[in-house]
């Protein structure tokens, strides 16, 4: 059974920094692309970064870039999130999501992800 | 403001067939897939629809996706109480060069 379990979220003041952890098992963790997505509380969901299963391709969301690095462990099936500077604005639930498989390499097709985990809060605030 | 519009809500009886549109841009929707995912109340989002049209496996087939031009719905079909959720359609964005969502569109079974 596919399960992602999110860890690493709580409360931080403006400026401070968190690291999220996602741990995967039950599939090749090794051979799938990841996500992260976010949801503020009572809003949407918005994509935060995707990491390719071998780290040579990274992409992240505007609202990110600069402050935020994703990166993963293959060898022990996790996946990270660090994330500094860190503002008001990014207080949301943070989801770990695997990439629905891929016949070939196509970033487009990072849009669909099939299992999700079931996400860990941050909360920023003085 | 989401890069992706959907009307905030939807209703239907038990039974019917609702629909759920999704409008968007010749930047995403228009040259590029839709994927469609379900976020019950408390849970985490669910894939329902890949690829335009494609039910990821464990899908009933009362759900199903179509896509004409910038634009793209999501059909439920024999609608049931356990419908009642939040739906988000998703899209790669040729201009942001990055994943774009909807706002999403709240359905409530009647």
């Known amino acids: 059974e596919v399960q992602l379990v999110e860890s690493g979220g709580g409360l931080v003041k403006p400026g401070g920094s968190l690291r999220l952890s996602c741990a995967a098992s039950?599939?090749?963790?090794?051979?799938?692309?990841m996500n992260w997505v976010r949801q503020a509380p009572g809003k949407g969901l918005e994509w935060v970064s995707t990491i390719s299963s071998d780290s040579s391709w990274i992409n992240y969301a505007d609202s990110v870039k600069g402050r935020f690095t994703i990166s993963r462990d293959n060898a022990k099936n996790s996946l990270h999130l660090q994330m500094n500077s860190l503002r008001v604005e990014d207080t949301a639930v943070y989801y770990c999501?695997?990439?629905?498989?891929?016949?070939?390499?196509?970033?487009?097709?990072?849009?669909?992800?099939?299992?999700w985990g079931q996400g860990t809060l941050v909360t920023v605030s003085s | 403001q989401s890069v992706l519009t959907q009307p905030p809500s939807a209703s239907g009886t038990p039974g019917q067939r609702v629909t759920i549109s999704c409008s968007g841009s010749s930047y995403n929707i228009g040259r590029n897939f839709v994927n469609w995912y379900r976020q019950l109340p408390g849970t985490a989002p669910k894939l329902l629809i890949c690829r335009n049209n494609e039910r990821p496996s464990g899908v009933p087939d009362r759900f199903s996706g179509s896509k004409y031009g910038a634009s793209a719905s999501l059909a439920i079909s024999g609608l049931q109480s356990e419908d009642e959720a939040d739906y988000y359609c998703?899209?790669?964005?040729?201009?942001?060069?990055?994943?774009?969502f909807g706002g999403g569109t709240k359905l409530t079974v009647l």
């Open positions: 999501a695997r990439v629905f498989p891929m016949l070939r390499w196509d970033p487009t097709l990072t849009v669909a992800s099939d299992y």
């Open positions: 039950g599939f090749t963790f090794r051979t799938f692309t």
């Open positions: 998703a899209a790669w964005d040729d201009g942001l060069q990055g994943p774009v």
